[in-house]
């Protein structure tokens, strides 16, 4: 499986702070004049656009045919030749996602054929994987205290079965995937900077 330098994959169950941690890296790389991009899966395409549909519940599919979605989503993602992951990088820019293939691997095979779901995710691996390792009863707290309705997998037994899932996958990644777990208890500052700190270490 190839491997796209310069991507960044941040991993974790929903609320165990990947978002703000690849906020808190892209102001890092704004201030040190980086040519970077950030995006995030399901993307704000048309193709994500429906699958945050179906999470918002406001569209009832199969599970197999949403693990189908991600994965359209994901190529789309990917190989646009407009907005593209491929064409970013080959432009220079590191691209910095907030979820890639591993979120489908780790929760759409809770309910799905787990070969089915690689299969359809046979893309590249990214050079560099951060997985923000917190615990189930703290990412219900934190989805509990946004105040929003939950979504399709914001349940703490599925969160546990997709916690279990993700251990697999990190367990068997390629060479060439430089990973990094963090322990989610720690404050945002100490993350930040335990981040920083990794990713200097490969001058990036």
């Not at 310069?6 to 040190?32: H, K, M």
């Not at 979605?69 to 646009?80: P, Q, T």
């Not at 299969?119 to 691996?125: A, E, H, K, R």
Request: hydrophobic share 35%; proline share 4%; charged share 25%.
């Amino acid at each position: 499986m190839s491997i796209l330098k310069s991507f960044i994959v941040f991993e974790g169950l929903d609320g165990a702070g990947t978002t703000t941690q690849i906020r808190n890296l892209a102001r890092y790389y704004e201030f040190n004049n980086r040519e970077y991009f950030i995006t995030n899966e399901p993307t704000s395409n048309p193709i994500g656009e429906l699958v945050r549909k179906v999470l918002r519940k406001q569209v009832v599919t199969t599970p197999e045919a949403l693990a189908l979605l991600y994965a359209a989503d994901r190529n789309d993602h990917l190989y646009n030749p407009s907005y593209g992951i491929v064409r970013l990088i080959e432009e220079g820019k590191i691209v910095m996602s907030d979820r890639y293939f591993y979120s489908s691997i780790a929760y759409q095979s809770v309910e799905c054929d787990s070969s089915l779901v690689k299969m359809i995710n046979d893309f590249p691996s990214p050079e560099f994987l951060i997985f923000i390792d917190t615990p189930v009863e703290d990412c219900m707290k934190r989805i509990e205290k946004r105040g929003e309705e939950k979504e399709l997998f914001d349940r703490a037994e599925f969160l546990t079965a997709v916690r279990n899932n993700y251990m697999k996958e990190l367990s068997s990644l390629p060479n060439g995937v430089n990973l990094l777990v963090v322990d989610g208890r720690k404050s945002i500052e100490e993350t930040e900077a335990e981040i920083r700190r990794y990713l200097s270490s490969f001058s990036l």
